[in-house]
Nanobody, 126 residues
Framework: QVHLVESGGGLVQAGGSLRISCAAS????????LGWYRQAPGKEREFVAA???????????DSVKGRFTISRDNTENTKNMVYLQMNSLKSEDTAVYYC????????????????WGEGTLVTVSP
């Protein structure tokens, strides 16, 4: 059982930056692809970005390409960290951001996700 815990959400002005983090632990976390999804009020959960455990495959949703950067830190034995650096934020980026894990593929579709975090709220003010 992989356990995912997000942190770093908050309120930011449009045009600003924010970095959110996710700690992945438990089970065979080191083998899992990690990623981010988001869900805005009244909308379906959507893919944002994903990275495999080798860090040689990275996928982004078109809506965030060039603004968001996903990265992964595999140096610790007991957990992996995945980060989402968000720049040039827009009001439409406001959502609850969820960390996701999958194996053996990267979690770039909802159906491939094996584990979810509980989410962290990002609010972008106009």
């Amino acid at each position: 059982q992989v356990h995912l815990v997000e942190s770093g959400g908050g309120l930011v002005q449009a045009g600003g930056s924010l970095r959110i983090s996710c700690a992945a632990s438990g089970g065979t976390f080191w083998r899992h692809g990690l990623g981010w999804y988001r869900q805005a009020p009244g909308k379906e959960r959507e893919f944002v970005a994903a990275i495999n455990w080798h860090r040689d495959r990275i996928d982004y949703a078109d809506s965030v390409k060039g603004r968001f950067t996903i990265s992964r830190d595999n140096t610790e034995n007991t957990k992996n960290m995945v980060y989402l650096q968000m720049n040039s934020l827009k009001s439409e980026d406001t959502a609850v951001y969820y960390c996701a894990a999958s194996f053996p593929v990267v979690p770039d579709t909802v159906d491939d996700v094996d584990y979810w975090g509980e989410g962290t709220l990002v609010t972008v003010s106009p």
